[in-house]
């Protein structure tokens, strides 16, 4: 599938290896879509049924945004193909965020690999604490401490620029949601790509914030849990919509649109209506499909899309 100049959507089977692309480009997988709880079954074959997990590269540099139920999958795949080090973005902590992450195998298993987990929307608290409640009897069977892996957590407050040992930035933004989420800009080889989910769209739409952190973006991705004739008996519940969706991404001169979070009770049938609909109005948009890649290769010439960005404050992380 082709979604725009220079975007492609490439199905699993022509997937890489988990080296760095030849292009050094900036690409992101998916490896969940689904919202709130995981779904199975024939109805959800095409898109997918497990909680948001999105692998996202600059280059040779590995992010990982959330540990839904699909961060398991991730890590069956890649097995020893992940760097030692593994950043893990938090949007926040609900349980479709967080579940998956003792079954993140065999990374966790490992005694030499260590999991910095990175969460934005708790004051600056890090996710160690909701983490360790979450993960403990009797809601789960023994502790984080017991896994061979380190884990390494790291708070800071949305609206920071992440800057990492290795120079890399990731600037976010605080989104509307219960406890709050953060979004995630991701700029490299003269690409944007931004994750804005989970989120609900405020009244009036677009916010100027948001709208301003996604300009120019040539991918971003959007929580697109209900649509329109649902949202009215679900408002404050923290979900948005595709239309609120290509709404923000027009005002802020997206290139492409990408949906995830992904209604239980929507089913393949249900979607692919839905995204016939979505790409009649604006065809570089799509639904995300779990293991779903999408390349964007190497701006020629690029320009520093930093630029662009409103000024954040920067702060550096050991
Ligand atoms: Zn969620
Ligand atoms: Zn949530």
Redesign the pocket.
Known sequence: MSLANGLHANGFDHADDGRARPDDGLSLRFWGVRGSTPVSGPDYVEFGGSTPCLEIRCGTRLFLLDAGSGLNACGRHHRDALPRDIDLLFS?L?I??TAGLPFFKPVVLDPERTINTWCGNLDGESAGPALDRLFAPPLFPVSLDILPCRLAHHGFRAGETLTFADGARVDTILLN??QG?VGYRFDHAGRRLCVIS?IEHSDPWPDPALREFVRGADLMIYDGMFTEGEYPVCRGW?HSTWQKGMELARAAGVEALGIIHLHPCHTDDTLRRMEAEMQAAMPTSFIARERQEIVLPPRPNPVDTRARAQPAAALAFP
């Open positions: 926040h609900h479709d965020h949601h219960p989420s989970d923290g």
